[in-house]
């Protein structure tokens, strides 16, 4: 099959028309996270207000070394009972990259919504955090250069090293990009073949590089629709949820805060699941692209069953 860039960018689309309760899994799973995180914060709240009030009253007197250390080690117990959401959440990620790509690639494979949790999840957990750090220190690096470009320049009075730091600046980001699509495919790769693909994509991306990226951007694009669209139903209900006490000065109100972390509260649990599906449906649309463009490359058809 014959790789076209234009046409695997609308496989999240795609994907969901196919099998919609893949959408809805995806829906649930995020609105279980999103209603425990909003449960975690709102248990904390009460703590925090009372740690933030200990940490006036020891600015307003001359605070021991002991008491500093005992009001910093109550915020570390506040904090530590919210500790558990960030692996949850990363486990939760990994779990629905791994599920658009065995979406794509093996339609049949088991499960709800494609979903599961072992060696797979793992990987693909393992290697974005690789390319990630990868990615990171890339673009420190470019930012390095032109700071130093832009120092030399303003220190020697250099006006005709401007223009070298502007060029600087976008090599840079011309870089990171190249460097991302490289290694895109990365993910689909390390599902379908079960084993850690780190930089198998290298391989699989050369001379494809302005098809995947003219792609990424117009899959890109469609979630940003999906998002100023979505802006319609989410933001009446997070005003019902009670959402708006963050932007209209209550924030400083512990009880206001409380009660739109409330997840008893009906609207509050109708916004997540809303919250839930749109999320969902922007995974597929995101990741799906980059899981079909593996599968056309390489030729593999309607279905990889190793996936």
């Known amino acids: 099959m014959a790789f076209s860039g234009s046409d695997a960018a609308f496989e999240g689309f795609?994907?969901?028309r196919r099998n919609p309760m893949a959408l809805l899994?995806?829906?649930?799973?995020?609105?279980?996270?999103?209603l425990a995180s909003l449960f975690a914060m709102a248990r904390a709240i009460g703590p925090l207000t009372a740690w933030g009030e200990r940490l006036e009253g020891l600015e307003s007197t001359s605070a021991t070394p002991e008491q500093v250390f005992a009001?910093?080690?109550s915020l570390g117990e506040v904090m530590s009972s919210l500790a558990w959401l960030l692996p949850v959440s990363v486990a939760v990620n990994a779990m629905l990259m791994a599920a658009v790509a065995r979406a794509v690639l093996n339609p049949r494979a088991g499960g709800f919504g494609y979903l599961r949790l072992g060696m797979d999840e793992l990987r693909v957990f393992v290697v974005t955090l690789v390319l990630g750090i990868l990615l990171f220190?890339?673009?420190?690096?470019?930012?390095v250069v032109?700071?130093?470009l832009a120092t030399i320049a303003g220190a020697s009075?250099?006006?005709?090293?401007?223009?070298?730091?502007v060029l600087g600046g976008l090599g840079g980001v011309a870089g990171f990009v190249w460097l991302a699509i490289r290694l895109s495919l990365a993910v689909p790769i390390t599902v379908a073949e079960n084993r850690f693909a780190f930089f198998d994509s290298f391989a699989l991306t050369r001379g494809k590089f302005w098809s995947l990226l003219g792609m990424a951007v117009i899959a890109f694009v469609m979630v940003l629709v999906i998002g100023l669209l979505s802006w319609v139903v989410t933001l009446p209900l997070s005003l019902m949820a009670g959402m708006e006490t963050w932007s209209s000065g209550a924030g400083s109100d512990p009880e206001a805060v409380a009660a739109a972390l409330d997840v008893a509260n009906p609207w509050?649990?109708?916004s997540?699941?809303?919250e839930g599906a749109i999320s969902a449906l922007t995974v597929g649309v995101i990741y799906a692209p980059f899981a079909a463009a593996y599968r056309d490359i390489k030729g593999l058809g309607a279905e990889t069953p190793t996936a």
């Open 14 to 16: 795609r994907l969901v």
């Open 25 to 34: 899994a995806w829906a649930l799973l995020y609105a279980a996270l999103s």
């Open 71 to 73: 009001a910093l080690q």
């Open 137 to 143: 220190f890339a673009w420190m690096a470019a930012g």
């Open 146 to 148: 032109v700071v130093v």
């Open 157 to 165: 009075g250099a006006e005709w090293m401007w223009p070298l730091v």
């Open 268 to 270: 509050v649990i109708v």
């Open 272 to 274: 997540a699941v809303v």
